[in-house]
């Protein structure tokens, strides 16, 4: 780990990796040994290593996989069953949402019929609904995600590029809950690369799906991804820097950016989750016959 000047051995790595895990839950004060924690998995090195963490670490964690119904390449059926292996063999209270069988249309067959709609926002905003409903319907105190240092980066530099401030006053290891029915959410693998990651799952014999999901391909932040790879090769702890410089210029004062949610919201007259629409929020208007866009 050259942005570190650190090279470990197998055994030494395995106890590593954990340690920085704890330090970035300590340091944003993610959850506490006492709170129950709900870990969103994929099936993904990310979220099954980070789920694997936990459990070592002795936080009480439940996992929750999202069936999308992606027929491509057995996408969504092999990484169920990666999910379902690794529960199964460490004895790990989990659940699973079929998003086609709750409610009657897989994702790519939803964002299909409503046109205009691509398929990664469509999943995205399901995603956070049905984990977010979980967090909070379950009385979790935060739900964990598996982002990497890499992927922070090119979504920091994504938001940047733009100067999307909105974005960027929201980018952060954590996002306290802003209203009851939100659930914090939390992001412990903050301080880890990606390499890193892949890394920890191999050498823990972690089995996780290695094809991306089809849709990630041509995603402009796995574009940026190679740019940082780039730049960190030829300057080590580049994408650390520009992450962590960024979290700092925050808490000191010089960067001033939106507080996050700062706008009022009501909640959805079907789901009853917070919403800025005045009668259904997005989640449930996805669902009606009607083809509505937003
Ligand atoms: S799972 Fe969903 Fe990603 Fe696949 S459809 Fe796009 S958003 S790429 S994290
Ligand atoms: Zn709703």
Redesign the pocket.
């Known amino acids: 780990m050259r942005q570190h000047r650190l090279a470990l051995c197998s055994e030494h790595f395995l106890a590593w990796v954990p340690q920085q895990v704890q330090r970035a839950i300590e340091r944003y004060h993610m959850f506490t040994p006492d709170e129950r924690v709900l870990v969103a998995v994929?099936g993904g090195k990310d979220s099954l290593s980070l789920w694997d963490i936990l459990l070592r670490l002795g936080y009480q964690v439940e996992g929750i996989y999202i069936n999308?119904g992606?027929p491509d390449s057995g996408y969504s059926d092999i990484s169920q069953q990666k999910v379902e292996q690794f529960a199964a063999q460490r004895n790990a209270p989990f659940r699973v949402v079929n998003v086609k069988a709750e409610y009657g249309e897989s994702?790519p067959e939803v964002a299909r019929r409503k046109r205009g709609r691509n398929?990664?926002g469509t999943?995205?905003l399901v995603?956070r609904h049905i984990m977010n409903q979980a967090a909070c319907e379950g009385d979790f105190a935060a739900l964990a995600t598996g982002h990497n240092l890499d992927d922070e980066v090119a979504v920091l530099f994504q938001n940047a590029l733009h100067w999307a401030t909105g974005y960027l006053g929201r980018q952060a290891p954590v996002l306290p809950a802003s209203h009851p029915k939100l659930a914090r959410k939390v992001k412990p693998l903050i301080r880890l690369y990606e390499r890193e990651m892949a890394a920890y799952a191999l050498v823990r014999g972690i089995d996780y799906i290695y094809e991306?999901?089809?849709?990630?391909r041509g995603?402009t932040t796995l574009f940026y991804k190679q740019l940082f790879d780039q730049l960190e090769q030829a300057s080590p702890g580049a994408k650390q820097q520009f992450y962590l410089s960024f979290l700092q210029a925050r808490t000191e004062g010089r960067l001033l950016l939106p507080e996050a949610d700062t706008v009022k919201m009501g909640e959805c007259k079907r789901c009853g989750q917070p919403t800025t629409a005045p009668e259904l929020c997005v989640f449930c208007r996805l669902w009606d016959a009607e083809d509505i866009t937003e």
Do not use: H, T
């Open positions: 994929s999308l992606i994702i398929v990664c999943c995205g995603k991306e999901c089809p849709y990630s995603a």
